[in-house]
């Protein structure tokens, strides 16, 4: 670094690679950050959270929510995974970041794998204004505790 300071982040080894990639497969929601397209501000919402069959993150959206408009005109988006547990201070659980691209891909290819991971999500799927979303992550943030922070990229995920 230019400032002369030190790099938070750890080196990647086996272990941060196993943690991150155990958050994102046992995700089934998480926080999206997106980009408001009127220009205003950072907008988070919760969203329901699957995988396509190579694993990369997939979301079923709604044309009408605002977070759909903002993929639209902005497909930059972050995605928080990683739930504290039931006992001692929240900062101390891992969480990941994903660091994506959105991409609109094929509802119907992605219906069945979508479903067996959101047996629910049946009742609405098929409606005219829902949208399957792959959110093709470029980069990855591990916090797995106070001082455990990683930088990561897909490959260390198994992500294309």
């Known amino acids: 670094?230019?400032?002369?300071k030190s790099s938070v982040f750890r080196d990647v080894d086996d272990s941060a690679r196993?943690?991150?990639r155990s958050l994102l497969s046992a995700a089934r929601h998480g926080a999206l950050?997106?980009?408001c397209a009127d220009g205003t501000a950072p907008m988070v919402t919760r969203i329901a959270?699957?995988?396509d069959p190579a694993g990369v993150p997939v979301t079923l959206v709604s044309e009408l929510s605002m977070h759909t408009e903002n993929l639209r005109v902005q497909p930059g988006c972050s995605l928080l995974?990683?739930?504290?547990?039931?006992?001692?201070?929240?900062?101390t659980h891992p969480r990941l970041t994903l660091q994506c691209q959105a991409e609109i891909t094929d509802k119907a290819r992605a219906k069945p794998l979508y479903l067996t991971q959101h047996p629910k999500a049946a009742l609405y799927f098929d409606f005219s204004d829902f949208l399957m979303v792959r959110l093709n992550v470029q980069h990855a943030l591990l916090n797995g505790g106070f001082g455990k922070a990683y930088r990561l990229?897909?490959?260390d995920l198994d992500l294309p």
Not at 1 to 4: I, P
Not at 81 to 91: A, I, N, Q, T, W
């Open 1 to 4: 670094m230019a400032s002369g």
């Open 18 to 20: 196993s943690l991150a």
């Open 33 to 35: 950050g997106t980009l």
């Open 49 to 51: 959270i699957g995988t």
């Open 81 to 91: 995974v990683g739930e504290p547990g039931p006992r001692g201070d929240v900062l």
């Open 153 to 155: 990229v897909p490959s």
